[in-house]
């Protein structure tokens, strides 16, 4: 791959591609790496003081990532193949979020869905909603891309623009449906609700490292399908040349469609776990396309691995940007956010992993 | 260049305008005093964010969903500053923090201009709506600065007095700015410094190759586009007398946004033609029984109808219908593309980036 | 985005024809208000008493009075709708209206108060200020109400009541918008408050914590905004004054979700901690607290969001014993407020077993109070509604839950109740609340904690200080 004889080129010459740097490209690279220091050593003194907090937040961190990474990984599969940045993808999340809870409580009942009842929420009851919300929520994102999408391929903004458009007539219909209340979707009663870490006697709750495993699956599931099969090969092949791609008679549209319909069950099951994991809430469409979007920017667009690496750093600045700011500023931790996107962006506009058009 | 010759077309294209502008004039003897402050003022500052958004989106191909985030800035600035209810408890001149509040903004504006300068199309787009929406979480969490249920009764110059019990003066105040935003953003389409961020827009690798700096160009444009937003801000503040994080949340942005496109995102006029659209539709539909509480998807299907089926907004409608009649019923007359060379030209659907 | 081709005009005419019908009617429905006096969009209102277009100003033996009413039909609040309206209409309901559907939202028709016919408009805001105002505005100036109820949340009540004083000519009553600045600091004249605020809903609270349970330190963790800052401020205040100390206070973002970061920073050898955070994300926080450290409920005091039988019933089992204050008893068996209570689900059967609801509780005691202040003046608005307001002033209002007054900022002095969340025994899966006592006569100064010179609740104020105890707590005299 191109990447790799860059690389080398690369390794070869550093000292000197430093030196044909300007100078202001050069001041920027030292000033964040300045920074980068300075984190790792506030975090690394705040972490010796409290060992047992920063377990905690570091797992914290980790199982958002998890959580952000299934999340994003759509968001980047359907924008790194067909160029769609889709904005109704947090629509999708929380759609699937509602349509499980929904179907949880038909099944159970009412009764496990509230928060965590006495009585039994089996592994079904949340295995089903969950496998009829993503399919549910699969579908839509199929009907929405063949309906809306496909006929104006190439024409970035206007899909764009469309997709936001029905993101927001989702977000008002799913108002009136489902209402504005938080909901929490149960998890299965089998699951313990805690388990030790054998670090520092402390324990952990269960189901968070349940996502975070269900995360690393779903990261190795893609990348053996991208790597390794042929639709993963179209897929590879297709972002690197759509026309050619179909010159050689390979059904592109199909695989469009099969595409963005794994990108749409991606955000579901990103739904449904962050439902049960936190809650399903009317506010999960914009602070999912938000994530969405940053763990994108970070990682570049397009890149598996990308995701991966921004899913975390987003996840771990959520979580320890919260603990870690000195007390009377967490509720500047936002502006941590704004602060890892700016450095990100300074070095590298495309993202860490991100390739030009 | 020689003058413009006065055409079927030509007429038709802005004869409504100005006749719009003249019913205008006359405002607060036509409109009762609730519909001029509630309807019509809140249509001329929506229209002058709408035209920040379409200045860098049809001149210089930056697609911006940040401006409303950059007119709560400026807003947010000087709500502080001034006397409130709620914020930090400085009180200065409420011209002083106007102005301050407007710099403000446009530092900003250049900060994150620079950040993102080196992005194009859709990543921009991106980048800007991140921007938005952590400048809201910002604003939502720093109560320091948010107040206590947002800032009120923020202070105003005497000039622009009460928007309820006066509405006429703000409301003159608001058509005098849109009025010099116009014809600025016009003016400065022509101007050397527009013609390069035209041309950045059109191609920014042939630009850097004839030696201009484009992500200082970027950077510029987007400081320029902000300083439009912070004009839109300052009055939105005065014409609510408070401002709130809510009132900068992602449905405004997107409210803008939808302004825009209704309007005609390539269009300057269309900024104004979307808000009066988007503000008189509100206003009816608030009133109707069916409706009323499903104002956001009714204006969403609106925005999907034209985005699918007239992408050029209602001014690109027009523009058709211009043509159309132009075409049918004019005489001979120079064509089309020269009576259009003065108005930006309908860009591609996005610069390619080098 | 090019102008399209020839083969999209047929497109584009359609679309123009659609365009042009669309901006035709509304050219028709915005006719009437290109006229200076305003307002003819009498036709688009709630279905209402049949008097036609009502006349504003001084309503003289049976003309008819125009009320307008506004809660949240968007946003967070907006599932709540229903009760504001519910509890809204049971005054008019009680004195011979009829609901012209089961969506109390629909209104109702045959209103009538003290001889005069009553005409009910629609609003809806979406718990901002800025739309609240615009909504204010357009019942206010468009629709010319004489009186207005609404709104809902508490940072759309300090901007409805700033509003307020730019329309003397109109009377504003709050629906159950709870910050405590809208009377304490606005103080605006023609401004009503017939409830208890934020702040006076976690009367009796302090005490119970300090002489009850015996916490002597105690952490509070709220969401970072208006609302739980009043509710904690409240707590402060009574826990302080009596001698309690409030060693942290935890608030974690707007919108933030994850709270477990939150929960690890809440020291382990605290005695107590009182709970602020709302709505959304009570659920969220309660199931994150069981996960990281187990049982809840000897340990926390909770705010008015536990009690809401909307949320119990998603928190279910898991904060049964948990102690909680409010403005309402929903356990109540005096024969007024069985009679509120059987009388709203008769109306509206869909908002069975929310009679307890402050939404509702709030708005029925808003229209209540302007019945009865009509009711005495036999419907005279004149000169500004100069006799209504002194009698809304002087008003003892009998509610179902006790006598309200109102203090010299037009703001409400009633009982507020202490509760306990227990196990569900009607077997309607929600978890019994229990009124274990009634404290008397809140006044929102907290026996002059809280005054206009105070700063208003925010995430260091008030100061945690010994001060004069409420006349209510044991250390004040009462108990």
Known sequence: MSEATAATAADLDWRSRIAALPPGALALRIAVAVVVVFVAVWVSYKAYGDPRQFVIVGLNGLTLAGLYFVVASGFTLIFGLMRVVNMAHGSLYMLAG???????????????????????????????????????????????????????????????????????????????HFGGIAEAIAEPTVFPDSVSIFVYDLSYPFFRIFVLLVAIAVGLGLWAVIMRTRFGMIIRAGVDDRQ??????????????????????????????????????????TQYLLISLIVVIIGGMGSLAGAAIGALALGLVDSFGDVYLPAGYTNYSVLLVFALLVLVLAVRPLGLFGRPA | MRPPALTLERAL???????????????????????????????????????????????????????????????????????????????????????????????????????????????????????AVITYFFFAQVTELSGFGGVNNVERPDIVSNPVADPANLFYIALGLSAAVYLLIRYLGRTPFGLALQ?????????????????????????????????AGILSVWWNTRI??????????????????????????????????????????????????????????????????????????????????????????????????????????????? | MRVPSEGSRTRLWLLLGALTLVLAAIAAGCGGDDEDDGGAAAEETTP????????????????????????????????????????????????????????????????????HPIEIVYGGSDSTPDKAVEEARRLVEQEQVDILVGPLSGSEGIAVANYSKEQPQVTFVNGISGAQDTTLKVRSPNFFRFHNDGTQWTAGLGDYAYNELGWRNVVTIGDDY??????????????????????????????????????????????????????????????????????????????????????????????????TAGMTAGDSQEPAYLEYSEGLAEAYPELEGTASSVFAYGYYTAMEAIAQGLEQVEGDLSDDHAAFREALTNLELDAPLGTITLDENRQAIMDNFLQQIGEDTTGDGVPDVKTIKTIPEVDQTFAGFFSPETPSPDRDDPKCEKATPPPWTQQGGGG
């Open chain 1, 98 to 176: 509602f349509f499980a809870f929904e179907l949880q409580e038909r099944l159970t009942g009412g009764e496990a869905t509230s928060a965590f009842g006495t009585s039994e929420a089996g592994v079904g009851d949340w295995i089903i909603p969950l496998v009829v919300a993503c399919a549910a929520v699969g579908v839509i994102g199929l009907v929405m891309q063949q309906v809306f999408l496909r006929w104006n391929q190439g024409q970035d903004l206007r899909q764009a623009l469309i997709t936001i458009a029905i993101s927001i007539i989702i977000a008002d219909q799913s108002l009136a």
């Open chain 1, 244 to 285: 050619m791609v179909s010159a050689l008679g390979i059904n592109i549209q199909l695989v469009f469609a099969a595409a963005f319909l794994l990108g749409a069950v991606l955000a579901g099951l990103g739904g449904v776990l962050g439902g049960t994991m936190i809650s399903v809430d009317k506010a999960n469409d």
């Open chain 2, 13 to 131: 294209w802005w004869g409504p305008g100005l006749a719009a502008v003249l019913v205008l004039l006359f405002g607060p003897l036509l409109f009762s005093d609730f519909y001029l402050s509630a309807v019509i003022t809140k249509a001329l500052w929506l229209g002058i964010a709408a035209a920040s958004l379409i200045f860098l989106a049809g001149y210089v191909g930056m697609v911006s969903l940040g401006q409303v985030a950059l007119y709560g800035i400026a807003g947010f600035a000087m709500a502080n500053l001034v006397t409130a209810d709620g914020g930090s408890k400085v009180a200065w001149n409420p011209w002083l923090g106007t102005f301050a509040g407007v710099l403000i903004c446009v530092g900003v504006g250049l900060f994150f201009g620079a950040i993102a300068s080196r992005s194009y199309g859709i990543y921009f787009l991106m980048i800007t709506l991140a921007f």
């Open chain 2, 199 to 231: 041309g950045v827009r059109d191609d920014p690798s042939r630009m850097r190759s004839l030696g201009y700096n484009v992500p200082l160009l970027r950077m510029l444009a987007f400081g320029l586009g902000a300083l439009i937003a912070a004009v």
């Open chain 2, 244 to 354: 709130s994080p809510g009132s900068i949340a992602l449905p405004q942005t997107l409210d803008v946004l939808v302004i825009a496109v209704i309007g005609g995102l390539y269009r300057l006029e269309g900024a104004w033609v979307g808000a009066i659209v988007f503000a008189v539709l509100d206003n009816w539909t608030r009133g109707l029984e069916l409706v009323g509480e499903r104002f956001n998807t009714v204006i969403g299907v609106v925005f999907l109808a034209i985005v699918l089926l007239s992408p050029g907004g209602l001014m690109g409608i027009w523009e058709s219908v211009t043509d159309f009649v132009g075409r049918r019923f004019g005489g001979a007359r120079p064509g089309p593309a020269a009576a259009r060379a003065e108005e930006p030209a309908a860009a591609k659907d996005t610069p390619q980036p080098s």
């Open chain 3, 48 to 115: 209402a008493a049949d008097t036609g277009a009502g006349d504003t100003g001084a309503a003289a033996e049976g003309e008819p009075i125009k009320i307008g009413i506004f809660s949240n039909n968007e946003g967070a609040f907006a599932p709540f709708e229903g009760q504001t309206w519910g509890g809204a209409m049971l005054p008019l309901i009680n004195r011979g209206a009829t609901p012209v559907s089961g969506d109390p939202t629909d209104g109702v028709e045959n209103a009538v108060i003290a001889g």
């Open chain 3, 226 to 323: 208006d609302f739980p800052y009043s509710q904690i401020a409240g707590f402060v205040a009574e826990f302080c004054s009596i001698g309690g100390k409030v060693t942290e206070r935890l608030w974690p973002p707007l919108g933030e979700e994850d709270y477990s970061s939150y929960i690890t920073q809440i020291p382990e050898d605290v005695d107590g901690f009182f709970m602020g955070v709302g709505g959304t994300g009570t659920v969220a926080f309660v199931k994150q607290y069981e996960q990281l450290r187990g049982n809840l409920a000897d340990r926390i005091m909770g705010g008015i969001f536990m009690t809401d039988p909307v949320i119990l019933e998603e928190l279910g089992n898991q904060v049964v014993g948990v102690v």
